[in-house]
């Protein structure tokens, strides 16, 4: 007679099974995620151009970049960027998300707001800079028509980086949306009902209901669009290359260019160990404000 089949068992069982469906997705973060970060740090601290071996230079990077202007130009314009982009998408995602959960939740105009999320960086970037160009664009053809100037939009210092922000919301901001319309979900509808009940309408129960019982997914969203926003990199290599001088030349613009422009490996590993630092210090400020692990529904 077989043995009867005990907890322990099924336990054991389960953890080899829940070993195996992990395992794919381990070597994938150890081979292209751990060990490159690993690599990418060892090489900071060395003086490395791919033809010859790296030769360990101690903090010579990191004094360098301490002291490299066009570093902290490259900073201060990803986050200039990177506070207009958040700031609007957010916005944008929330006003969106809030629309589909009140007026209709039908899965097709789910599918229609996702839509530019499935257009690829390199693909918006160059559409937008055919309707964008100042002598050519319909863009600017449009905006003639209406009796206004042309607008620079990519090749004037004061346009670059809103446009670039303008573009990246309008190819992410279904995807945010879609994430805070899953987290309106959570919300019973109970409590609006009984928000209508004491007389409150739609602005007052979006600031005294939506709002607070969003916050985790808020919290999330805005994490996830931060670190994402700071790696902004294809948009400008495509449409502006840095320019115009240097006005939208973002960080991993330039960890770009060093590396495989001038071939100065070592450096550009420091600056993106840098990079890594200011966003691990940026999420964990987030987490911690924002209060993310806690929720008011509980």
């Known amino acids: 007679m077989a043995a009867p089949i005990t907890a322990r068992t099924r336990k054991k069982d389960d953890t080899r099974l829940a070993v195996l469906f992990i395992l794919p997705a381990l070597i994938g973060f ?11 740090i060892y090489l900071s601290f060395t003086k490395f151009n791919l033809l010859t071996p790296p030769e360990f230079n101690g903090l010579d990077n990191y004094v360098r970049m301490a002291k490299d202007p066009v570093f902290w130009n490259a900073l201060r314009v990803t986050v200039y960027y990177v506070v207009l982009n958040i700031g609007l998408q957010t916005v944008l995602a929330l006003v969106i998300a809030v629309l589909m959960q009140r007026l209709t939740r039908r899965t097709l105009l789910r599918g229609i707001v996702l839509t530019p999320y499935l257009v690829s960086n390199v693909v918006a970037a ?16 449009v905006i003639e028509m209406l009796g206004v100037d ?3 939009f990519l090749t004037s ?16 901001v279904g995807y945010t949306a879609l994430l805070i319309f899953a987290g309106l979900q959570t919300i019973p509808d109970s409590m609006y009902e009984a928000a209508r009940m004491d007389g409150a309408g739609e602005v007052r129960m979006f600031r005294s209901i939506t709002v607070p019982l969003l916050r985790p997914i808020l919290a999330l969203v805005l994490i996830i669009t931060v670190v994402g926003s700071f790696q902004v990199f294809d948009t400008v290599a495509i449409a502006t290359r840095g320019g115009p001088v240097d006005s939208s030349r ?12 001038r071939f100065q490996f070592g450096y550009a590993s420091a600056m993106s160990v840098a990079l890594l630092l200011v966003l691990v210090i940026i999420t964990f400020v987030q987490y911690r404000v924002s209060r993310a692990e806690t929720s008011d529904l509980n």
């Open 30 to 40: 150890l081979a292209f995620m751990l060990w490159p970060a690993l690599r990418g």
């Open 126 to 141: 160059m559409v937008f800079l055919w309707i964008l160009d100042f002598q050519l664009g319909i863009g600017n053809k």
């Open 150 to 152: 042309r607008i620079p």
């Open 157 to 172: 210092e004061a346009w670059v980086i809103p446009t670039i922000a303008v573009i990246n919301v309008w190819r992410h």
């Open 250 to 261: 973002v960080l991993q613009y330039y960890i770009y260019d060093v590396a495989f422009g």
